[in-house]
């Protein structure tokens, strides 16, 4: 509102100028989902670096793949990653009792037994508080973590439930009576696995289940782009997944089986995933990738490939964008010594047309992702969502116009509103085009944004409904190189 006037002078007013930038969202922030013998198993913890995930989830282990998935996915490029552990619901934490003090590790598993607790009073007087210590019993007993100045007493600012149950890593404890601790060290143990759940059983699949829907560990993530379930084969849990990506605008990365053959894929193994509506927000990687495993001193193994694709997506995003396909001669599998399976021109030309993503071992280049279909990419369905990087670039601008778009709600529907929404997704899209995501050599060749009485109806306002149309030319791969060569006959004198 403008202020009032009642002295004559001069009067200095802001006017806002309507623009509300748009950012562009983050698109290669990975989930990857499986057992793991350690972590927390309520919620999706997000890491930054595969150190932190030895931290939380207790590292590479020989019963799962998902800690070499997550490795990959860091030696590849990824810098930005949640995981959510599975386990057995017999899965149990290991536990320890000092006189009334309570110590139980903060997850279920086996691991808490590799610790103890150790507490040690105060001098009088100030013998009603005491310090806690977590002590590493396989590291010679190496504090890991230390409270001080803790009290029993529950209105005390530093009960050690409040202090402790907020910020360790390790333990929570339950102090039900107001009665100190005497000077000891305690190991915990009675921590229980449960079975280990492998992709492919119907145990693995039901937890899997419940980390999705309405107020589910996913549900509370904020945002995540791509999607690995290492070793999930079962087209049956994969079309689950396949939905959830739609849902949540994410891209699931999916691992052909370890045992596939060309001709069983050429023969229509993976069919279920692909007739799957949801189909266009995922792509299949063909064979699994041979590697060192630190776990056998070096020696070669199978790996799905998710992990090193991801991290192949993640690289090609922040060097390209999203709009490059994430394959070529530049999309190296870094770690990898090769492929279970080495394919030549012909059998990568039978699958190709099939929607399924081949790596291959090209002289020179190495070990690469030579694909970039969703599984809606056969040449016989004709889809618009053929190419990886045209569905991602479109789930990248849901997003970011999604987000972009929230101070819309409750404003005036009439043409100043229209004006700025145009304004301000205009010049979001106009910086796209600036950076070469979308084809044709003007902006009016490469989008368009409209937002008016045309769109938007006199029936549509009484309604409370704005529309919004934004159309864009997407980048399409270079799938195909012809080169032409003819033979000049030379000057010939006639």
């Given at each position: 509102?403008?202020?009032?006037?009642?002295?004559?002078?001069?009067?200095?007013?802001?006017v806002?100028?309507?623009?509300?930038?748009?950012?562009g969202?983050?698109?290669?922030?990975?989930?990857?989902?499986?057992w793991?013998?350690?972590?927390?198993?309520?919620r999706?913890?997000?890491i930054?670096?595969?150190?932190?995930?030895?931290?939380?989830?207790?590292?590479?282990?020989?019963?799962?793949?998902?800690?070499?998935?997550?490795k990959?996915?860091?030696?590849?490029?990824?810098?930005?990653?949640?995981?959510?552990?599975l386990?057995?619901?017999?899965a149990?934490?290991?536990?320890?009792?000092?006189g009334?003090?309570?110590?139980?590790?903060?997850?279920?598993?086996?691991?808490?037994?590799?610790?103890?607790?150790?507490?040690?009073?105060?001098?009088?007087?100030?013998?009603a508080?005491?310090?806690?210590?977590?002590l590493?019993?396989?590291?010679?007993?190496?504090?890991?973590?230390?409270?001080?100045?803790?009290?029993?007493?529950?209105?005390d600012?530093?009960?050690?439930?409040?202090?402790?149950?907020?910020?360790s890593?390790?333990?929570?404890?339950?102090?039900?009576?107001n009665?100190?601790p005497?000077?000891?060290?305690?190991?915990?143990?009675?921590?229980?696995?449960?079975?280990v759940?492998?992709?492919?059983g119907?145990?693995?699949?039901?937890?899997?289940?419940?980390?999705?829907?309405?107020?589910?560990?996913?549900?509370?993530?904020d945002?995540?782009?791509?999607?690995?379930?290492?070793?999930?084969?079962?087209?049956?849990?994969?079309?689950?997944?396949?939905?959830?990506?739609?849902?949540?605008?994410?891209?699931?990365?999916?691992?052909?089986?370890?045992?596939?053959?060309?001709a069983?894929?050429?023969?229509?193994?993976?069919?279920?995933?692909?007739?799957?509506?949801?189909?266009?927000?995922?792509?299949?990687?063909?064979?699994?990738?041979?590697?060192?495993?630190p776990?056998?001193?070096?020696?070669?193994?199978?790996?799905?490939?998710?992990?090193?694709?991801?991290?192949?997506?993640?690289?090609?995003?922040a060097?390209?964008?999203?709009?490059?396909?994430?394959?070529?001669?530049?999309?190296?599998?870094?770690?990898?010594?090769?492929?279970?399976?080495?394919?030549?021109?012909?059998?990568?030309?039978?699958?190709?047309?099939?929607?399924?993503?081949?790596?291959?071992?090209?002289?020179v280049?190495?070990?690469?992702?030579?694909g970039a279909?969703?599984?809606?990419?056969?040449?016989d369905?004709?889809?618009?969502?053929?190419?990886?990087?045209?569905?991602?670039?479109?789930?990248?601008?849901?997003?970011?116009?999604?987000?972009?778009?929230q101070?819309?709600?409750?404003?005036?529907?009439?043409?100043?509103?229209?004006?700025?929404?145009?304004?301000?997704?205009?010049a979001?899209?106009?910086?796209?085009?600036?950076q070469?995501?979308?084809?044709?050599r003007?902006?009016?060749?490469?989008?368009?944004?409209?937002?008016?009485?045309?769109?938007?109806t006199?029936?549509?306002?009484?309604l409370?409904v704005?529309?919004?149309f934004?159309?864009f030319?997407?980048?399409?791969?270079?799938?195909?190189?012809?080169?032409r060569?003819q033979?000049m006959?030379?000057?010939?004198?006639?």
């Amino acid at each position: 509102m403008p202020q009032p006037l009642t002295y004559p002078g001069v009067y200095i007013e802001e006017v806002s100028s309507g623009v509300r930038t748009i950012t562009g969202v983050a698109t290669s922030i990975a989930l990857f989902i499986g057992w793991a013998p350690r972590g927390r198993i309520d919620r999706a913890v997000r890491i930054a670096s595969f150190a932190d995930y030895e931290r939380l989830f207790d590292g590479l282990d020989q019963r799962t793949k998902l800690g070499h998935a997550v490795k990959q996915f860091f030696d590849n490029g990824g810098s930005d990653a949640y995981i959510v552990r599975l386990a057995d619901p017999v899965a149990t934490p290991s536990s320890a009792v000092i006189g009334d003090l309570t110590i139980t590790a903060s997850s279920p598993g086996a691991w808490g037994d590799g610790y103890a607790a150790r507490t040690t009073r105060r001098p009088a007087p100030d013998d009603a508080r005491f310090a806690l210590d977590v002590l590493d019993t396989n590291n010679g007993n190496a504090v890991v973590e230390s409270f001080q100045n803790l009290s029993m007493d529950p209105g005390d600012q530093r009960f050690a439930e409040s202090v402790i149950n907020d910020r360790s890593a390790f333990v929570t404890v339950k102090a039900p009576v107001n009665n100190t601790p005497a000077d000891t060290t305690q190991p915990l143990g009675g921590g229980l696995d449960g079975a280990v759940l492998a992709p492919g059983g119907a145990p693995f699949h039901t937890a899997l289940g419940k980390v999705f829907g309405i107020g589910s560990i996913t549900d509370r993530i904020d945002l995540f782009n791509l999607v690995c379930v290492p070793g999930e084969t079962d087209s049956n849990t994969l079309a689950l997944l396949q939905g959830e990506c739609r849902k949540r605008r994410a891209f699931l990365i999916a691992d052909a089986d370890q045992n596939a053959t060309v001709a069983l894929l050429n023969a229509g193994a993976p069919t279920a995933l692909t007739s799957n509506s949801d189909a266009p927000n995922s792509a299949i990687y063909f064979p699994w990738v041979r590697a060192p495993d630190p776990l056998q001193q070096g020696a070669l193994a199978d790996f799905a490939p998710c992990g090193f694709v991801a991290g192949v997506f993640a690289r090609t995003d922040a060097s390209r964008g999203v709009w490059k396909a994430p394959a070529g001669s530049e999309a190296t599998l870094n770690g990898a010594s090769g492929l279970s399976i080495t394919m030549s021109d012909a059998e990568n030309g039978q699958l190709n047309p099939l929607g399924i993503n081949c790596l291959r071992t090209l002289p020179v280049y190495g070990n690469v992702v030579w694909g970039a279909r969703t599984l809606h990419g056969q040449n016989d369905r004709g889809s618009e969502w053929k190419y990886v990087p045209v569905r991602r670039m479109a789930l990248f601008l849901e997003e970011s116009l999604y987000r972009g778009t929230q101070w819309v709600v409750f404003e005036p529907n009439d043409e100043p509103l229209w004006a700025q929404i145009r304004l301000n997704i205009g010049a979001f899209m106009q910086g796209l085009f600036r950076q070469s995501a979308f084809q044709g050599r003007t902006p009016k060749e490469a989008y368009f944004v409209k937002c008016d009485c045309e769109t938007t109806t006199q029936a549509d306002i009484n309604l409370g409904v704005v529309n919004i149309f934004v159309g864009f030319a997407p980048l399409k791969p270079a799938e195909f190189v012809v080169i032409r060569l003819q033979q000049m006959a030379g000057d010939i004198p006639t």
